[in-house]
Each structure stands twice: as structure tokens, then as C-alpha cells.
């Protein structure tokens, strides 16, 4: 379990938020699935995913949105973090 | 008979292909909002236009034929506003929240109805009223995210946004049971407690309803337990509750706004915040055809000859909403002693209107068109083109704000680059 604590920290380092929901999946085309879903303080919920190359080490797309239907809008994607990301799941 | 039962199927048949080409529609369109960094609702929207007045690819009569999808699409809006009622969240929210956005959605509402009303029936002047208080979250949260804002505005306006709807929605259902009695009756038989009564029976059954099942439904999502059916089951208890409150408050003339909203918080605040959070993951993948279906409708239900002819009603309803904002956050935030950006700039952060004000003017026509064919057309007509107006201008403003208030941390890439190269060259 220590080894999410990063990606908790990194979330609330960079996406001003605290980690609610994290999902990983491993797919055979050598590609890694990341699901962060974060709050922030006034209760809204934000998904941030990235799909890691594991050939080349890369992050080769990602999606940042704000969720509920009523609510949905696409967000920036925060290189910081999405470095931070690629760097901690290389290293663990 | 045979010929009768292949008309009634070719019917059927062109009403779900309609309805395919609708869902895809508003999905392709909200797509390409959404790579604009627009909110996909304004998309829906265009896509409905498209779909409607502009090419005419789908007729009034047919639109109408798929009111059951604003039904049960409008009790989903509902009863998601009034999951934002969860007391744990007041709690933190504190006082100084509450007492800014009640100020402000009365200041818009009666802003409104005040402008509106030498013009339209006062029936119609109170839904508009009611309808302006309503606040879309989504460009407000886009800014913020973009821009890292922190500080004050920053941190009261998320929690005022997230309360402002469902202050709007209840304004709402209390002025909607009074417009369907004023609207109802002759002036000759208006008697004052005969206009009180009516509203009252509407509000006091809907409550009624909405307590009553959202205690069941809360009683059962309680039971879910851990394993790998419960987003099953959480489903399950959230589709039935909105069906049977909506379907219920139709049945018997209760508010089919109100009352699954109720539910809603009912529920909400009956269960944990893991289920909480559950049962928002839960609607999210189950809602979403349904609402791009029901924002495409409200799309293509637009008319341009309504529209030109209540232009006046559209400006002033505009200008009341923006003057209303800006008086009624201005006066929020001076009671409760926040600071002057705050007041300053709060009421123009709240301009944008998207989903939920779609929802009750749809709501509105749907209650009112059979009493008032005219007055209905209006109420939605304007309501549609000012969310338009407010979708587009609302985040320009927003961000404008969060400059002027000082609570941008992170700046556009190519503005870095601009002054970094003005520095160059400078040097």
C-alpha cells in the first residue's frame, strides 16, 4: 500500500486535490491504464488519465475532465504531474 | 388492422432511428465543443439546432412524440441537484456560503421578474425569475483548474456554485405550482387563498413523495454491501427512485421537479460518502444518452420566430440576470464581511447558465404548454437563447475575474513565451 502513498502525494501536489479512486490496468499491447479520480475541497470530483507506453517509457495520451454529467468540461492537461506520473511508475 | 399495426410500427420504428441520429448527433457535436474547451451541453445544443430549425431534419410534432426522455431525463437533473444538498458539505461550507447564495438568487430572481414584467404575463415573469438564479459549474471549474486560481473569490465561489442550483430549483418548484394556479384560472375566480392553497397542496404532496421513497431508497443503499455487483445494485435503487418520484409526482399533481430532488437528498444524506460517491459514479455511467438526448431536444425545440419576437423579454432577462448577480453577490458578501474582490467580483463569476436552467425552462414548458401554448413557447425560447448567449460570454468573464482578482497562479504558455521574448529583446 506505501507504494500508492506517491501517487497520493503527487496528486495532491500537483492537481490541488486528494486522492479518491485510483485504477490501473495492464494491457497486452505493452500499455499501462492509469485512472486517478480526485476531489478537491468543495466536493467535486475530477478524473485524470494517462496511458503509459511501456516500450518507450512514455506517456502517449491522457484525458483531465471534471466529472457528473451536469457538470462534465474538458480540462487542461498538467505536464507536471503527467511527468511526475511517468517517473514514479518507471521507478516502482 | 395489419395496415394499422404497419403504420404504428413505421412510426415506432422512425422514432427510434430519430432518436439514434439525435444521441449521435449531440454526441458528435459535444465532442467538438469540448476540443474547444466549451461545455459539450453547448454542443448538444447546436446539434439539436442543427438538427431542427436549421434543416428542419426533425419536426416539432416528432419532438414532441419523445417527451418521455425530458421526463425521466429532467427527474434525473433533479434528483443529482439534490444530492448537492448534503449536509456534511453545508457544514463545512459554513454560514457565510449559504447566506451569499441565498442574497444572490433572490437579488437575480426578483431582478428579473421585475424587468420582465411589464412585458409578460406575471406567470411568465416568475419562471424566468426563477430560472436566472440557476449557475453552471462547469466553465467556473474549467478556469479554475486552468489557471490554478487560490484565494478568497476562489474559494467561495466553488462552494456557492455547487449550492446555487438547488436554491434555484427549489425557487423553481415553489414558483411553478403558483404560475400553474395563476395560470389556471380565470381572473374572475382568483381568490388569494385559493392562489396559496393550490401551491401548497403541490409543495406539501411533493415533499411527501419525495421523503417517503428517498427513505426507502436510502434504506436500501444502505444494505449494498462490498463485492463486485453493488455499482449494480446502487443502479438499480438510483433508476427506480427517479422513475417512481418522477413518475408519482406526474401521477398525482405533485412536482415532478421538487420532488425527486427531495429524494435526492434524502438519499444523499441517508448513506456514507463512499456510497455517496458510488452512486454519483453510478449515474454517470448510466445518464449520459439520455442527456445528450434530452439537451439535443431542447436544442432543436428552439424557434427563431420566438425568439425574434421576445427579443426584448431575451435582453431584459439577460440584463436582469447579469445586474441581478453582481447587486445580489454585492450584497451577500458585504453581510457576511468578505473581502472587496470578493464583492467585487463574485456576481460576475457567476453568469454562466448551462444544464440545469435548460432543465427547468424544459420543465416549465412541459408543466405550462398545456394550460398556455404561448406563454410556455416564450419562457423556453428566451431561457434557451440567453443559456447560448451566457455559454459563450460567461467564461470570458469568468477569467477576466480571476485576473482582476488576483488569484491566477499559472499563466497561458504563450504569454510566458510573449514576456520572456519581450525580456530578450530588451535586453
Known sequence: MEKYNGISKITTQFLDGE?????????????????????????????YEVVLNLETGKIYSATHQSEGY??????????????????????? | MVLLNTAVSSDLSTLIVNLGIIILAGLFMGRVFESMKIPAITGYLVAGLI?????????????????????????????????????GKLKKSGMKIVIITIVQA???????????????????????????????????????????????????????????????????????SISITLMGTT????????????????????????????????LSARTISQGNDRKEKSLNIIVVTVLLTTGAALLFGASPIL??????????????????????ETIRFFVPPIMIAFFTIAGAQLRFDVIISAGIIGALYIVGRTIGKFAGAYAGASWVNSSDKVKKFLGVSLLPQSGVAIGLSIAAFNELAPIHMANALIIKNVVLASVLFFALIGPVLVKIAFFKANEVTEFDEKKVKTWKSTTVYQK
Open chain 2, 106 to 176: 433572490v437579488a437575480t430572481t426578483t431582478l428579473v421578474i421585475l424587468l420582465t414584467l411589464p412585458f409578460v404575463d406575471l406567470p411568465v415573469a416568475l419562471m424566468l425569475g426563477a430560472i436566472a438564479a440557476a449557475t453552471a459549474p462547469a466553465p467556473i471549474i474549467m478556469i479554475i483548474k486552468k489557471y490554478r486560481t487560490k484565494g478568497e473569490l476562489t474559494d467561495t465561489i466553488l462552494p456557492v456554485v455547487g449550492l446555487d442550483d438547488a436554491v434555484g430549483v427549489i425557487f423553481f418548484g415553489i414558483l411553478l
Open chain 2, 259 to 280: 420532488t425527486p430532488m427531495l429524494a435526492g437528498t434524502v438519499v444523499t444524506n441517508m448513506i456514507n460518502k463512499e456510497c455517496y460517491h458510488l452512486e454519483e
Open chain 1, 70 to 92: 451536469l457538470n462534465k468540461v474538458s480540462l487542461d492537461r498538467k505536464k507536471e504531474f503527467e511527468m511526475a506520473i511517468q517517473n514514479y511508475l518507471l521507478v516502482h
Open chain 2, 51 to 87: 438538427l431542427g430549425p436549421i434543416t428542419h431534419y426533425i419536426s416539432y410534432e416528432q419532438l414532441a412524440e419523445m417527451s418521455i426522455v425530458s421526463d425521466i431525463a429532467l427527474g434525473f437533473i433533479a434528483f443529482q441537484v439534490g444530492t448537492e444538498l448534503w449536509f
Open chain 2, 187 to 218: 381572473e374572475a375566480g382568483l381568490g388569494f387563498a385559493h392562489m396559496l392553497v393550490e401551491p401548497l397542496i403541490e409543495i406539501g404532496l411533493s415533499i411527501l413523495i419525495g421523503l417517503v421513497i428517498g427513505y426507502l431508497s436510502g
Open chain 1, 19 to 47: 486522492l479518491s479512486k485510483l485504477e490501473m490496468s495492464y494491457n497486452a499491447d505493452k500499455s499501462l491504464d492509469l485512472t486517478v479520480q480526485y476531489q478537491d475541497d468543495n466536493g467535486y470530483w475530477y478524473d
